[in-house]
C-alpha cells in the first residue's frame, strides 16, 4: 500500500521540509518539532473454530469486496490489540470471544509499514449476524469447505496451520503455538527479526 504524501505539518500547518535525521532524509518542520517518522498501520485478525468448523466473513467493501477472510479489522488509537480483536469480531459477526493465544504477526515493511497480529480465539457467545456495512455474508467453515470458496490466501494459510491448535490450548500447547509463528514466517520468506 502506498502511504500518503505529506506536504504540510500535522502540528502547525506550515510546509513541511527534509532533512537528514537518525541516517534517513525524513519530512520535518522548520517551525516547530514535528518529524514525519513513517507510517505504519495496525491489524488484527481473529480465528475462531467451533468443533471443526472456521468462522470466515465476506468482505462487503474494498479493500477485498467479495473475498472471504477470518474476522478482523484495525485498531483504533489507544486501543490494546486484545481489546480490538474482540471489538472486530463483535461488530462484523455479532459473537463474544476471547484471545486464547497468539498465531502469528505478519510484517510488511514497505512505503507503509503494516502489521497483523492474528490470535486464536475461543468462543464465548452471541448470535451469529452479519454487519452489512462490512460483511455481506458469514459462516463456519471445514477445511474442505474454504477451498471452494473465495478465500484470500493468507487466512487460508492462518485456518490451515491453526487447525492443529483448535481446542484445548493450555501452556503448553500455546508454546506449540509460537512454533507456528515461526515457521509462517519462513513460510513467506521473511526472516525472523534478529534479537541482540
Ligand atoms: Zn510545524
Known amino acids: 500500500m502506498q502511504a ?9 500547518g506550515r ?21 514525519h517518522w513513517g507510517e505504519f498501520s495496525l491489524g488484527v485478525g481473529g480465528i475462531l473454530w467451533q468443533e471443526n ?5 465476506e468482505r462487503a467493501a474494498d479493500p477485498g ?3 472471504w477472510t477470518i474476522p478482523g479489522g484495525y485498531v483504533e488509537q489507544g486501543e490494546q490489540i486484545y481489546e480490538a480483536v474482540k471489538r472486530e469480531i463483535r461488530e462484523e459477526t455479532g459473537l463474544f470471544s476471547e484471545p486464547q493465544a497468539l498465531i502469528a504477526v505478519w510484517d510488511w515493511p ?9 490470535f486464536l480465539m475461543c468462543h464465548l457467545g452471541g448470535i451469529l449476524q452479519a454487519d452489512p456495512a462490512e460483511v455481506s455474508n458469514l459462516g463456519f467453515f471445514t477445511i474442505e469447505e474454504c477451498h471452494g470458496i ?23 500447547s500455546e508454546i506449540e503455538v509460537i512454533g507456528n509463528l515461526t515457521t509462517l514466517y519462513q513460510i513467506d520468506g521473511k526472516a525472523w527479526p534478529e534479537t541482540s
Open 15 to 35: 510546509p513541511l521540509d527534509k532533512s537528514m535525521i537518525g541516517d534517513q532524509l525524513r519530512k520535518n518542520c522548520l517551525y516547530c518539532s514535528f518529524v
Open 150 to 172: 473465495n478465500i484470500t490466501d493468507l487466512s487460508l494459510k492462518l485456518v490451515r496451520t491453526s487447525y492443529a491448535n483448535r481446542t484445548g490450548l493450555n501452556r503448553t
Open 65 to 67: 469486496k467479495g473475498l
Open 110 to 118: 514497505g512505503n507503509k509499514h503494516m502489521i497483523y497480529v492474528v
Open 4 to 12: 500518503a504524501e505529506f506536504h504540510f505539518c500535522p502540528q502547525c
Open 53 to 57: 468448523k472456521v468462522l470466515l466473513v
